[in-house]
């Protein structure tokens, strides 16, 4: 069993930046594929980044050179920056995780965080 919690989201201006922390209790952490999910009100649950066990990550093309994934198995966390954001960013966060070849889609992950608002004003 995996626990989820995300933190650090709130309200940011357009332009600015923001880090996102998960924090994930269990053994599997160092081992287990981590992945950053959104949901902007009235639209599906999109991917945004992920990061396997050794390092690698993948991006969506909406954040992709503008954000980065990266966890520290030491304290069981996983972060997600994002720089110069826009009003389309505006989305509660969700952490999740899962076991397995990485993946971008939401049904390969089974666990998820409560999520954490990320609101940018314009």
């Known amino acids: 069993q995996v626990k989820l919690v995300e933190s650090g989201g709130g309200l940011v201006q357009a332009g600015g930046s923001l880090r996102l922390s998960c924090a994930a209790s269990g053994r599997t952490f160092s081992t287990s594929n981590m992945a950053w999910f959104r949901q902007a009100p009235g639209k599906e649950r999109e991917f945004v980044a992920a990061?396997?066990?050794?390092?690698?990550?993948i991006y969506s093309d909406s954040v992709k050179g503008r954000s980065t994934i990266s966890r520290d198995d030491a304290d069981n966390t996983v972060y997600l920056q994002i720089n110069s954001l826009e009003s389309e960013d505006t989305a509660v966060y969700y952490c999740?995780?899962?076991?397995?070849?990485?993946?971008?889609?939401?049904?390969?992950?089974?666990?998820w965080g409560q999520g954490t608002q990320v609101t940018v004003s314009s």
């Open positions: 990061i396997d066990w050794s390092g690698n990550d």
């Open positions: 999740a995780a899962q076991r397995g070849a990485i993946s971008t889609h939401r049904d390969d992950y089974a666990y």
